[in-house]
């Protein structure tokens, strides 16, 4: 059973950081590509970055590759998503995700992705 629990939302103001949490499990991070995607009001959910279960790879949305990144505790099982240089765009709720194929998140229809945590709200202030 995968389960993801998110952590470390919160309000921020531009040019700040913020570092987000998904905690799953050893067996899950061993298995599935843990992720993350958001969804601003109005919007439609969207890919963010997730790390592979084979190899650990990266992989990022293009527009926010070198302002987020993405990392892995094998130890616990916990993904992290560390947030820089924010802005009021960012503002979102984020999700973390997790999928039994590798490098496939970035590629999924929100509606298609197996398993979801319960979001965390994330407000960057102007």
């Known amino acids: 059973q995968v389960q993801l629990v998110e952590s470390g939302g919160g309000v921020v103001q531009a040019g700040g950081s913020l570092r987000l949490s998904c905690a799953a499990s050893r067996h899950t991070v061993s298995n599935y590509d843990v992720g993350w995607f958001r969804q601003a009001p109005g919007k439609e959910r969207e890919f963010v970055a997730a790390?592979?279960?084979?190899?650990?790879?990266?992989y990022y949305a293009a527009s926010l590759k070198g302002r987020f990144i993405i990392s892995r505790d094998n130890g616990d099982g916990t993904v992290y998503l560390q947030m820089n240089s924010l802005r009021p765009e960012d503002t979102a709720v984020y999700y973390c995700?997790?999928?039994?194929?590798?490098?496939?998140?970035?590629?999924?229809?929100?509606?298609?992705?197996?398993?979801w945590g319960q979001g965390t709200q994330v407000t960057v202030s102007s």
């Open positions: 995700a997790a999928d039994r194929v590798a490098l496939r998140l970035q590629y999924l229809s929100p509606r298609d992705v197996e398993h």
């Open positions: 790390i592979s279960w084979s190899g650990g790879d990266t």
